[in-house]
């Protein structure tokens, strides 16, 4: 059988990482390698991973807090598998999620990443709505937005080792990979959900000051398209003062509500008993 290795870069995820892992335990696919790697964690995160009894799981703690892009790398160069998979500390797969898209790319060769739909959750495992992946044909898909749900994504391995992410493109560094791989690797949107995506209505602000410097970064890297960069601040200006304005007065959920589709009150009872019993299953 062919071998998946599923990433998990989790720093402060005590929370929700047991429920992570057990997700990706019930994956119907089995042959998969699983590695957990701690971002200098302060909570009981590295502890609560250490408990799961699974000879497919691989933890690496370091003790240093490297971030997100660093760690995403360092999780492609020791990963093992032909495929490997994105995922989040906080967010759950659906039980069928590897072995769909790695029939897809049994299904073709050619094709080098494959992503989904994903259902989005809040803190409290509440189902909110509905995140529809967009098709990727050309970088100018990619300027408008229109790129893979991060953690959706299986790619070949040697794409993504070939070609890691860079440092500097902060809250959007799969913003840049995308925009340098959509013109030689050929995408593929599976359109389904392959997991429950939680939205982090937290602190938002401050996040978004920070990919400022990664949207100039990229203005300033890419000059083909034509961004301009005074143009870009301002309006990254405009947009982080609007965040910070509704958390002052906590209405962060009018802005949280822009990112995904409404559900019908069933469509929510349904994936919410699906999510629990992922949750809940051992194997």
């Given at each position: 059988?062919?071998?998946?290795?599923?990433?998990?870069?989790?720093?402060?995820?005590?929370?929700?990482?047991?429920?992570?892992?057990q997700?990706?335990?019930?994956?119907?696919?089995?042959?998969?390698?699983?590695?957990?790697?701690?971002?200098?964690?302060?909570?009981?995160?590295?502890?609560r991973?250490?408990?799961?009894?699974?000879?497919?799981?691989?933890?690496?703690?370091?003790?240093?807090?490297?971030?997100?892009?660093?760690?995403?790398?360092?999780?492609?160069?020791?990963?093992?598998?032909?495929?490997?998979?994105?995922?989040?500390?906080?967010?759950?797969?659906?039980?069928?999620?590897?072995?769909?898209?790695?029939?897809?790319?049994?299904?073709?060769?050619?094709?080098?990443?494959?992503?989904?739909?994903?259902?989005?959750?809040?803190?409290?495992?509440?189902?909110?709505?509905?995140?529809?992946?967009?098709?990727?044909?050309d970088?100018?898909?990619?300027?408008?937005?229109?790129?893979?749900?991060?953690?959706?994504?299986?790619?070949?391995?040697?794409?993504?080792?070939?070609?890691?992410?860079?440092?500097?493109?902060?809250?959007?560094?799969d913003?840049?990979?995308?925009?340098?791989?959509?013109?030689?690797?050929?995408?593929?949107?599976?359109?389904?959900?392959?997991?429950?995506y939680?939205?982090?209505?937290?602190?938002?602000?401050?996040?978004?000051?920070?990919?400022?410097?990664?949207?100039?970064?990229?203005?300033?890297t890419?000059?083909?398209?034509?961004?301009?960069?005074?143009?870009?601040?301002?309006?990254?200006?405009?947009?982080?003062?609007?965040?910070?304005?509704?958390?002052?007065?906590?209405?962060?959920?009018?802005?949280?509500?822009?990112?995904?589709?409404?559900?019908?009150?069933?469509?929510?009872?349904?994936?919410?008993?699906?999510?629990?019993?992922?949750?809940?299953?051992?194997?």
């Amino acid at each position: 059988m062919t071998l998946v290795t599923i990433g998990v870069s989790f720093y402060n995820a005590e929370s929700y990482i047991e429920n992570c892992v057990q997700s990706i335990l019930n994956q119907s696919y089995k042959s998969i390698e699983i590695i957990l790697l701690d971002d200098g964690s302060k909570d009981s995160s590295l502890e609560r991973v250490k408990q799961f009894d699974d000879t497919r799981i691989k933890i690496i703690s370091d003790g240093e807090n490297k971030g997100l892009i660093s760690r995403l790398n360092q999780l492609v160069t020791i990963a093992e598998g032909d495929y490997f998979a994105r995922m989040d500390a906080d967010d759950v797969m659906f039980p069928d999620r590897i072995e769909k898209q790695l029939e897809l790319f049994r299904g073709n060769p050619k094709i080098d990443i494959v992503f989904g739909d994903a259902v989005s959750i809040d803190k409290e495992s509440n189902i909110l709505g509905y995140k529809k992946s967009q098709e990727v044909k050309d970088r100018n898909d990619v300027l408008k937005g229109n790129y893979p749900i991060h953690p959706t994504v299986m790619a070949k391995k040697e794409v993504l080792l070939n070609n890691p992410y860079k440092e500097g493109y902060f809250q959007m560094e799969d913003m840049e990979l995308w925009y340098r791989l959509v013109d030689k690797c050929r995408f593929q949107n599976i359109n389904q959900p392959l997991l429950f995506y939680r939205e982090d209505s937290s602190n938002n602000s401050r996040k978004h000051l920070k990919m400022i410097k990664g949207k100039i970064k990229f203005a300033e890297t890419y000059t083909e398209t034509g961004i301009n960069i005074m143009k870009l601040v301002f309006e990254s200006w405009i947009k982080y003062m609007l965040y910070s304005i509704l958390e002052t007065f906590k209405k962060e959920h009018i802005l949280l509500n822009k990112r995904f589709q409404p559900l019908k009150n069933s469509e929510k009872f349904d994936f919410k008993k699906q999510l629990d019993f992922i949750i809940s299953a051992r194997v």
